[in-house]
């Protein structure tokens, strides 16, 4: 996965509106059952012993505690990629089993002796569907004889890009703006937002869309335009700044490609000309060496042997031509 992709996504994500409309909109249908203000930091860092006997280190993209009266009711992580991966359930299951020690370390707001859950939402931002295994077991190879009493562990992926709409209107905060933009782009690659509601996040935000324009230093040229920084996104500014560049490049883009489609059409034009004129030329030739097969007493059956037709119009038309010049038409 690309790191500065990762990290610009870490940046909005964070944002405890983001992370809540994230999760009340893909879990809970939209119902809004996570407020912002009763989020709080969970630990991102873990560390394990692995069978080498040495520890190492594994980092979540984001993780947050849903708590309501001081205990925690849920831990809830966000992991972001960028293409599908085989081993995703099993960097999952590494990352929860972290998140249940944890809480075994810590005892302050456990209920009744009760852990928290953990839920893993992994959101797939490719443009084409996930087609990697989402469940432990699936990467598993399992002796014969062994499968019941081996534990499957599901990881729950979102493919982006292939929400339906409704869905998409059901997020409120700034993330609206990134689904719709996936959503749109995989159907149109020359998608353009043109009416955008007030972006919270500005920063975030367009840190998120630079590099997914594949332009890293546009940020800093449309700050350089603008004198100074955009605070809200209000009545379509995005577009303005955003994607003025994009537009331009864009029209660049249409110009040269019909440069080029005019070249081509020229290109193509003589090609079909030539190879019209090799055609008529091989006729021509085709029709004089059977005419003088025929003048020299052959039958049609004994010409045709020398002289090969691509159809029996075509021969036809050829002993049309004889029988005219023999009568002297």
Request: with cysteine; proline share 2%.
């Amino acid at each position: 996965m690309i790191k500065k992709f990762d990290a610009v996504e870490k940046l909005l994500e964070d944002y405890n509106d983001v992370f809540a409309d994230i999760v009340n909109t893909l879990l809970f249908d939209g119902v809004e059952r996570v407020r912002e203000d009763s989020l709080e930091e969970g630990v991102v860092n873990s560390a394990y012993k692995a069978e080498d006997g040495k520890m190492h280190q594994q980092e979540r993209d984001i993780s947050k505690y849903w708590k309501e009266g001081g205990v925690s009711l849920l831990m809830i992580g966000i992991e972001n990629q960028t293409r599908a991966e085989k081993l995703m359930p099993a960097r999952i299951i590494g990352y929860d089993g972290a998140s249940y020690r944890s809480q075994l370390l810590k005892k302050g707001d456990r209920v009744k002796g009760r852990l928290a859950p953990v839920v893993t939402i992994v959101l797939y931002f490719g443009l084409t569907r996930w087609n990697q295994p989402k469940s432990l077991k699936k990467i598993l190879d399992i002796p014969m004889g062994l499968e019941e009493f081996v534990s499957d562990y599901k990881i729950n992926v979102f493919e982006i890009a292939f929400l339906p709409e409704e869905k998409v209107n059901q997020f409120k905060s700034d993330f609206k703006l990134v689904a719709n933009y996936f959503t749109h782009i995989r159907k149109n690659p020359y998608y353009v937002p043109e009416n955008e509601n007030e972006i919270r996040h500005v920063d975030a935000v367009l840190k998120f869309l630079s590099v997914m324009s594949g332009s890293e230093d546009v940020i800093d040229k449309f700050k350089a335009q603008n004198e100074r920084e955009v605070e809200t996104m209000t009545g379509g500014p995005l577009s303005q700044l955003y994607y003025k560049g994009v537009r331009e490049g864009r029209e660049e883009g249409r110009e040269e490609g019909r440069e080029e489609g005019r070249e081509e059409g020229r290109e193509e034009g003589r090609e079909e000309g030539r190879e019209e004129g090799r055609e008529e030329g091989v006729n021509e030739t085709l029709l004089k060496v059977y005419l003088n097969c025929r003048s020299m007493g052959m039958s049609i059956e004994e010409s045709t042997k020398i002289v090969h037709f691509a159809d029996s119009e075509s021969l036809d038309m050829a002993e049309e031509e004889y029988q005219r010049e023999k009568l002297g038409k």
